[in-house]
């Protein structure tokens, strides 16, 4: 079966950092991908990782471990603006198909 | 360069009426996912085209069907329209072979009454 998870909501305060988890098992699997999505807006694209280890762009890094089925985004001196969900989700190999995570909400209180 | 642009923004139907929604991807691009997502859920897939055929499709009923246009664009049908179909309906596009990642329209936010 092909199953990703994390978690629902995240509560974090301006400045800090926070970290959003992100478990896969899937039957085949290519890299995967974050994007944020601010409410009623569309996702937009964060990063994609293929190869183990961490890619830093900016104030936002992802982490991939495959051998774990895991992942990470990273989220440092958060702003305000930086409140939305961010969806993870992984590329199939067979098909290259996208599977969603249900997404994490990320509040962000002053 | 355009992005994924999708039609109607908004759109107000009833119970058991149809709907057709509309995508044009990013130039160059040839494949379209459609997903729903309804309030404050996460992404359901329904539909992928890729080079005018439908590569896959969702767990939906088969009220729910597409088509992709020769030139790439794509348009969602939805036959008698049920309350929980109301939702924003998310296109997105993407060029095989490259890094599959998809580019989202803005959606179309359909509320059934």
């Known amino acids: 079966g092909q199953n990703i998870d994390q978690p629902t909501e995240m509560t974090a305060t301006e400045g800090a950092i926070v970290q959003i988890n992100c478990t896969y098992q899937?039957?085949?699997?290519?890299?995967l991908f974050w994007y944020q999505q601010h409410a009623g807006e569309a996702p937009t694209f964060l990063s994609y990782n293929v190869l183990d280890g961490l890619e830093e762009k900016g104030r936002f890094s992802s982490f991939l471990s495959r051998s774990k089925g895991y992942s990470y985004l990273l989220l440092k001196e958060l702003q305000m603006k930086d409140s939305a969900s961010y969806l993870c989700?992984?590329?199939?190999?067979?098909?290259?198909?996208?599977?969603w995570g249900a997404g994490t909400k990320l509040i962000i209180k002053p | 360069e355009a992005g994924v642009t999708q039609s109607p923004t908004h759109l107000i139907k009833t119970r058991g009426q149809q709907v057709t929604l509309r995508c044009s991807p990013i130039?160059?691009?040839?494949?379209v996912y459609w997903y729903q997502q309804a309030l404050g859920l996460g992404l359901q897939f329904l539909l992928w085209y890729d080079e005018g055929e439908e590569r896959n499709r969702g767990n939906f009923p088969p009220r729910f069907s597409g088509r992709q246009f020769p030139n790439y664009s794509s348009e969602l049908n939805v036959n008698a329209l049920e309350l929980e179909d109301s939702a924003l309906y998310l296109c997105?596009?993407?060029?095989?072979?490259?890094?599959?990642?998809?580019?989202f329209g803005p959606g179309t936010r359909l509320t059934v009454t």
């Open positions: 989700a992984a590329l199939m190999d067979s098909n290259y198909q996208l599977i």
């Open positions: 130039s160059g691009h040839t494949s």
């Open positions: 997105a596009s993407s060029s095989s072979g490259g890094s599959y990642e998809q580019y």
């Open positions: 899937t039957s085949g699997f290519n890299g």
